[in-house]
């Protein structure tokens, strides 16, 4: 089997970590897998190829000129038929003859023409995972609360000067909603999709979507590597970090504290009102942050690790911690959360999505039951009280990651999907 992979990434970022671990997963079992990418830090792998390298050869004065008129065009309004003229030819490339399925992944980024999908599906079958709701929206991969994706977007709450600030991918000038939802809908009636997303909440999201009607809607969650991130010794792994052995502790890891959509701003306020509270408040650690937790001044009892990139010392950190802020307000499945339970470490986080799905009362954390920074201190001092019970969330945390999240489980679901989807696609061929 010949896997081709689409993404903005080859190396970085979330969605190509994870297309990395299934290519390497499909290589041990005698597959064939390759990547097509917007860019790439690892130039020099011949099994990375630029999508503009790739269509070059298609390359015409005219498209020349729409590519520029439309590239600049989404620029204001959001995805246009003319921006990236060429990637419109990547069904005729010798990559995509090469390739039995098509594995798509984060389609924006400027780097990719979703006008493209139809002919993709055409001619191979087509699988597109989606960790955000970007797919189904006007423009937002996050929509928080807003449902006007279900049946049409338009004057968007987020690219309002208020929303602009929140709003992921990056905001266009002015609001295309309206236009880039119809046209996702047109272009996802003429295509052939088989859709993954990773949690039964982002399943009866895409159920109620311009995806609805996809040729099948499949649930693989991610996946941890449960011979890396695994429980430790407490007091060991403590003193190794130069943490206290004796403090209770949390930890909460993200890319940034101005991160809105990750919660930062009710973490920090609900920690400053336990510390305003209690003789004894807990230490909080942290990863990830360009500028680390340094603001507000006024919290006390705080390490930054800043960006960690070794696996073994993410390890190390979840398995110091005695329960894992996972403030997340909008979220597809946070790695960060399978990893803390993978270390035997509980998750606390509040009642949004997919959270309920991972953080299980009574085994694996405690769920705040509103978006506010008092619910989240009360769930935060009630997760730290009785010693018995956090020892025995630590052991259910880890054992629900590995009924749930062992990574060579997860892609060998994905090696079954394209397998079975492969043998439909050669019985629809020979009748």
């Given amino acids: 089997m010949r896997v081709l992979h689409i993404n903005a990434t080859s190396h970085t970022g979330g969605a190509a970590r994870a297309m990395q671990r299934l290519h390497q997963a499909l290589v041990e079992q005698g597959h064939q897998s390759r990547f097509l990418v917007g860019r790439s830090t690892h130039p020099e792998d011949p099994l990375v190829h630029l999508i503009w390298d790739e269509v070059a050869g298609f390359s015409t004065l005219g498209n020349r000129i729409k590519s520029r008129l439309g590239n600049q065009l989404e620029r204001y309004i959001g995805i246009h038929p003319w921006a990236n003229q060429n990637n419109l030819r990547i069904s005729d490339t010798e990559l995509y ?35 955000d709701l970007w797919a189904v929206t006007g423009h937002c991969a996050y929509p928080y609360d807003c449902q006007r994706w279900k049946t049409g977007c338009y004057c968007c709450p987020l690219l309002t000067r208020q929303g602009q600030q929140i709003v992921e991918p990056k905001p266009t000038i002015l609001d295309g909603t309206r236009r880039v939802w119809r046209a996702k809908r047109d272009i996802y009636s003429r295509s052939c999709l088989h859709v993954i997303v990773t949690t039964r909440w982002m399943r009866d999201q895409v159920s109620e979507s311009i995806l609805q009607n996809a040729r099948s809607i499949n649930i693989i969650s991610n996946g941890v590597n449960l011979e890396v991130y695994k429980p430790r010794n407490r007091a060991e792994t403590r003193r190794q970090l130069g943490l206290d ?14 991160n809105y959509r990750k919660g930062y701003h009710l973490a920090y306020q609900a920690l400053e009102e336990i510390q305003a509270n209690s003789e004894n408040p807990p230490w909080l650690i942290t990863m990830g942050g360009e500028e680390g937790w340094s603001h507000p001044e006024t919290l006390q009892r705080v390490r930054h690790f800043g960006y960690v990139r070794d696996a073994e010392q993410q390890a190390r950190i979840y398995a110091a911690a005695d329960a894992f802020l996972a403030t997340t307000l909008a979220d597809g499945q946070p790695q960060t959360a399978l990893e803390s339970l993978a270390c ?6 509040f009642d949004i999505g997919p959270m309920p799905e991972l ?27 009785e010693e018995d019970r956090v020892s025995s969330l630590r052991i259910s945390s880890r054992s629900y990651a590995e009924e749930h999240f ?17 043998r439909e696609s050669r019985g629809n061929s020979s009748g």
């Fill in 245 to 258: 052995t004796d403090a209770k502790i949390l930890l909460w890891a993200a890319g940034g504290k101005g």
């Fill in 359 to 385: 953080v299980i009362e009574g085994r694996t954390g405690v769920i705040a039951p509103q978006t506010t920074a008092a619910s989240l201190a009360k769930a935060i001092q009630a997760s730290l009280i």
């Fill in 344 to 349: 035997g470490t509980p998750v606390i986080a």
């Fill in 406 to 422: 062992d990574l060579r489980v997860q892609t060998q679901k994905y090696i079954t999907l394209y397998e079975g989807i492969l």
């Fill in 97 to 131: 003859r090469w390739a039995d399925i098509i594995d798509l992944r984060n389609l924006f980024g400027g780097y990719f023409n979703l006008w493209s999908i139809p002919a993709l599906s055409a001619g191979k079958p087509v699988v597109w995972r989606m960790p």
